[in-house]
Nanobody
Framework: QVQLVESGGGLVQTGGSLRLSCAVS????????MGWFRQAPGKEREFVAG????????SYADFVEGRFTISRDNAKITLYLQMNSLKPDDTAVYYC???????????????????WGQGTQVTVSS
């Protein structure tokens, strides 16, 4: 059983930065493609960024526009999302997710995930 625990959310002003973390327990990264999703009030959950099971491939939603970076630390078994140049439209609950298998970074954008974290709130004030 895999458990995902997000942290790092908070309140930030427009243009600010946050780094989200997702601690993974139960497995190593080698078995999973990982990603970040978000859900704003009244909207459907959407894909933000993905990391391939090998850790070498990345994929981002169009709205990221080069502002976010997904990465992982194999020793700490932790997934990160560095978010820069934040906008009010980035306000949402951010979720970490994992798909069991040797998948590419973009796999998570269009396929169901096997595991989800509880989410961390990101609020960007104008």
């Amino acid at each position: 059983q895999v458990q995902l625990v997000e942290s790092g959310g908070g309140l930030v002003q427009t243009g600010g930065s946050l780094r989200l973390s997702c601690a993974v327990s139960g497995r190593t990264f080698s078995s999973y493609a990982m990603g970040w999703f978000r859900q704003a009030p009244g909207k459907e959950r959407e894909f933000v960024a993905g990391l391939s099971w090998s850790g070498t491939g990345t994929s981002y939603a169009d709205f990221v526009e080069g502002r976010f970076t997904i990465s992982r630390d194999n020793a700490k078994i932790t997934l990160y999302l560095q978010m820069n140049s934040l906008k009010p439209d980035d306000t949402a609950v951010y979720y970490c997710a994992a798909a069991s298998g040797p998948y590419s970074a973009s796999y998570l954008a269009n396929r169901p995930c096997d595991y989800w974290g509880q989410g961390t709130q990101v609020t960007v004030s104008s």
